[in-house]
Nanobody
Framework: QVQLVESGGGLVQAGGSLRLSCAASCRIFSTNSVGWFRQAPGKEREFVAT????????VYADSVKGRFTISRDNAKTTVYLQMNSLEPEETAVYYC?????????????????WGQGTQVTVSS
């Protein structure tokens, strides 16, 4: 069982930055890949980024490439999502998710464990 807790959300102006953290309670965290997803009101949950268990492989949604960076510190059992040049359309609840597979996935159904989410609001 893996418990995930997101933090770092908040209110930011368009063009600003935020760094989200996903802290995991897991004995061997490096065996889990992690993904970030987001869900805006009235919309479906969408993939943002994923990182492999060893941190060497990352995949991003086209909409965030070049602006968001996913990283992890397995010693701290934490995954980060650095978000730059944020846009109002990216206002959403951001969730991290984990699965006991080295390679990450862009599909939400592939993940076993989910955090409670953190709200990100981007004002125009």
């Amino acid at each position: 069982q893996v418990q995930l807790v997101e933090s770092g959300g908040g209110l930011v102006q368009a063009g600003g930055s935020l760094r989200l953290s996903c802290a995991a309670s897991c004995r061997i965290f490096s065996t889990n890949s992690v993904g970030w997803f987001r869900q805006a009101p009235g919309k479906e949950r969408e993939f943002v980024a994923t990182i492999s268990g060893n941190g060497r492989s990352t995949v991003y949604a086209d909409s965030v490439k070049g602006r968001f960076t996913i990283s992890r510190d397995n010693a701290k059992t934490t995954v980060y999502l650095q978000m730059n040049s944020l846009e109002p359309e990216e206002t959403a609840v951001y969730y991290c998710a984990a699965r006991p597979v080295e390679r990450g996935s862009t599909g939400s159904s592939a993940y076993w464990y989910w955090g409670q989410g953190t709200q990100v609001t981007v004002s125009s």
